[in-house]
DNA sequence: GGCCCAAAATTGTGATCACATTTGCCGCCG
DNA sequence: CGGCGGCAAATGTGATCACAATTTTGGGCC
């Protein structure tokens, strides 16, 4: 078995043979853990949307493995509540409440800011070159109208300026974060489209060039609030 | 099988598992969510000691079921971080290092306050009773020696308060984030005893019953400055 | 006596089978 | 024609087997 079809050489680290050589753990990479980072990435940016149901063997057919792993994938995403196991055991992508919402918005403005400040002094000019760049690409994706490029990108402008904190601890509860609204998101975009999206990555980066701490946080604070805000009025106008 | 200690039950989806001592859960346990149930308590306040490691086989003859659900409830509390999966594909209690601990302890201040004060407005004089007599409890165990009976009261504290504001996604990261440090815990209150605590909780109540948001926060705040500071000291003196 | 390599034991991972529960569908009866 | 009951398919859960990788152990060699 292991199967995975094509595209999941992208992900893979390297040189994964798609055939059953059975010796493809050589790269470190168990069954179970593809399964988990393909889903997570349908669920972050694609096109799993919230309400909808999934089912192990479904899962696994599709994915061309046993359900043993992607029973251990879609248990692990249970648990970082990427996925929800209702009364029934049917396992569905959980959908938004205005309460939820207004929660992850909440722990959002608490964390990333400080994760962005703590991330100021370690970042090189290098560093903040790479983030405009992705940046660049951010607004490149927004133009094009291309909703999970835009996603990727914005995901990769955040994280690639809180890993640098490299304050794992917050940097894994922010991420598990991230996977909640993650579908939301993507709904909001896909509704409204990425041409209307207004960011406050300028002033970020201006900030990060200057060192200027507390006007991070503040571009960060208030990118949140600005791009939650857009979110939360495209999905949840009366929802929740 | 399904053993568990104690009562057998069907094969399957045991109807009445009676045992169930912290939590008065109704019934239709699968097994691995007891099996996670068992083992979150045994990292929480238990046995398992940090750098310790675990074995499934070992944990499944232990509990008297098979290796299926304890990978289950092993790979959920990777997921949550209670439980870490080394490069060797050997699972342990992850050790703590003064890094993880610093963050924590930001990522407490930065939520529990703001849970505490949701919950005051819904409050009644029954929950805050109820509240009060948990805190008997501590004061009790603490002076009893209780090293486990003070963690769980001081669980049941906080989270009692916490789950009145029913912001059930911030509780969910709050839980997560005391999964954590759980272990650290125990082994500071292990070493230097339960007598020298001196909690907060008297302000809290205080604060709790004249509807003192503010104060309530700072309680709270000050609270977890105050335990999180005995626990660093007393476990990370000079590691990490 | 210490070190190294091979064999055995341990352990994690994946596949497959068995079974209870749930879902969905179809026909039956009112 | 519509609600209801029962039967078949689908699904989650648990057990067992197989296998590869790692760890441990034991014995022989220097």
Do not use: C
């Amino acid at each position: 078995m292991k199967r995975l079809a094509g595209v999941s050489a992208s992900t893979k680290t390297s040189q994964a043979s798609e055939e059953t050589r059975d010796s493809d753990r050589i790269v470190g990479l168990t069954t179970h853990e593809e399964v988990y980072r393909r889903l997570r990435e349908q669920i972050l940016y694609g096109g799993i949307k919230p309400g909808s149901a999934v089912t192990l063997r479904g899962l696994a057919d599709e994915l061309g493995v046993s359900s043993m792993p992607v029973r251990e994938a879609v248990r692990r995403l249970i648990a970082e509540r990427a996925l929800l196991l209702q009364d029934n055991r049917r396992v569905m992508v959980p959908p938004m409440t205005r309460d939820t919402f207004e929660q992850i918005l909440f722990a959002r403005r608490a964390l990333e800011p400080e994760l962005a400040a703590r991330a100021l002094p370690k970042l090189t000019k290098k560093d903040i070159a790479a983030i405009e760049a992705t940046d660049m690409a951010i607004d490149r994706a927004m133009r094009a109208g291309d909703t999970e490029g835009y996603m990727r990108a914005n995901h990769q402008f955040h994280f690639s300026i809180y890993r640098k904190s490299e304050a794992w601890t917050l940097v894994a509860l922010v991420e598990s974060i991230w996977l909640q609204f993650g579908p939301f998101m993507r709904m909001a975009y896909g509704r409204i489209g990425t041409s209307t999206i207004e960011d406050h990555h300028e002033f970020a980066l201006a900030a990060m060039q200057n060192g200027d701490v507390q006007g991070l946080r503040s571009a960060i604070d208030a990118d949140i609030g600005q791009g939650m805000g857009f979110i939360g009025e495209a999905v949840l106008t009366r929802a929740g």
